[in-house]
């Protein structure tokens, strides 16, 4: 009876985990967004230097701008920059990615995303594909290849570890792997430089999952 009792608990943490999927995947991808258009802002100003990135500033920027009336355009615009100078070479392929993944080509962005990785400029944009790519590969790559791919962005110290971590989380209640998602969730509530619409949803999923979920080591 009591194995019973435990596979129901399993199944609504489970439901509870494709809930909280449902509800804050697509929030967690759009504030993924707003960074890359914050490092392009950024890198695009330290990298202004020539007449030829200047250009591409142009184009990058028109076809960001333009995306919401014409993605097919805008795309064709940024593959135009793949093969030009960088930063925009990278913001371009991680452009392209976003919007296939924003059409709901979920395989052709993870696909792009993983494409972009090698060949990212600055190791921040690198690790930005890596992690955007895992998000758009969630529903089809194994647990392993996921946790793999997250780890080394998890590291303390790295600029995506809060994102990095709180994926590790969901790949975790994927694997049926309550109690390792439960400190991951703990790790993010406890941590302060942790982001605070991502440590509020830490201390949700914590409470969720049960118990204090502590990730104080003795």
Same mark, same amino acid.
Do not use: C
């Given at each position: 009876?009591?194995?019973?009792?435990?596979?129901? @608990?399993?199944?609504?943490?489970?439901?509870?985990?494709?809930?909280? $999927?449902?509800?804050? &995947?697509?929030?967690?991808? &759009?504030?993924?967004?707003?960074?890359?258009?914050?490092?392009?802002? $950024? #890198?695009?100003?330290?990298?202004?230097?020539?007449?030829?990135?200047? %250009?591409?500033?142009?184009?990058?920027?028109?076809? +960001? @701008?333009?995306?919401?009336?014409?993605?097919?355009?805008?795309?064709?615009?940024?593959?135009?920059?793949?093969?030009?100078?960088?930063?925009?070479?990278?913001?371009?392929?991680? %452009?392209?990615?976003?919007?296939?993944?924003?059409?709901?080509?979920?395989?052709?962005?993870?696909?792009?995303?993983? *494409? *972009?990785?090698?060949?990212? #400029?600055?190791? @921040?944009?690198? !690790?930005?594909? +890596?992690?955007? =790519?895992?998000?758009?590969?969630? !529903?089809?790559? /194994?647990? !392993?290849?996921?946790? *793999?791919?997250?780890?080394?962005?998890? +590291?303390? =110290?790295?600029? $995506?570890?809060? /994102? *990095?971590?709180?994926?590790?989380?969901?790949?975790?209640?994927?694997? #049926?792997?309550?109690?390792?998602?439960?400190?991951? $969730?703990?790790?993010?509530? !406890?941590?302060?430089?942790?982001?605070? &619409?991502?440590?509020?949803?830490?201390?949700?999923?914590?409470?969720?999952? =049960? =118990?204090?979920?502590? /990730?104080?080591? #003795?």
């Amino acid at each position: 009876m009591a194995d019973i009792f435990q596979e129901v @608990d399993e199944a609504l943490r489970q439901d509870r985990a494709k809930e909280w $999927w449902q509800r804050y &995947g697509n929030m967690v991808i &759009g504030a993924a967004v707003v960074l890359i258009l914050a490092v392009a802002g $950024w #890198n695009g100003w330290n990298w202004y230097q020539t007449s030829e990135r200047s %250009k591409a500033s142009i184009v990058f920027t028109g076809a +960001v @701008d333009g995306a919401a009336k014409d993605r097919t355009a805008a795309i064709t615009a940024l593959e135009k920059l793949t093969t030009g100078v960088e930063p925009y070479a990278s913001l371009a392929r991680l %452009k392209i990615a976003q919007l296939k993944a924003e059409a709901g080509d979920h395989a052709a962005a993870a696909a792009a995303y993983a *494409a *972009a990785s090698p060949s990212a #400029n600055a190791s @921040d944009l690198k !690790d930005l594909s +890596v992690l955007m =790519g895992v998000m758009q590969a969630f !529903d089809t790559a /194994s647990p !392993d290849e996921l946790q *793999a791919k997250l780890q080394p962005l998890a +590291v303390q =110290g790295q600029p $995506w570890r809060p /994102s *990095a971590l709180e994926m590790m989380a969901v790949v975790a209640m994927k694997r #049926n792997d309550t109690a390792a998602a439960r400190t991951l $969730w703990a790790e993010l509530r !406890d941590d302060t430089t942790t982001p605070p &619409g991502l440590r509020e949803r830490a201390r949700e999923m914590a409470a969720i999952l =049960g =118990g204090d979920g502590s /990730s104080k080591k #003795n």
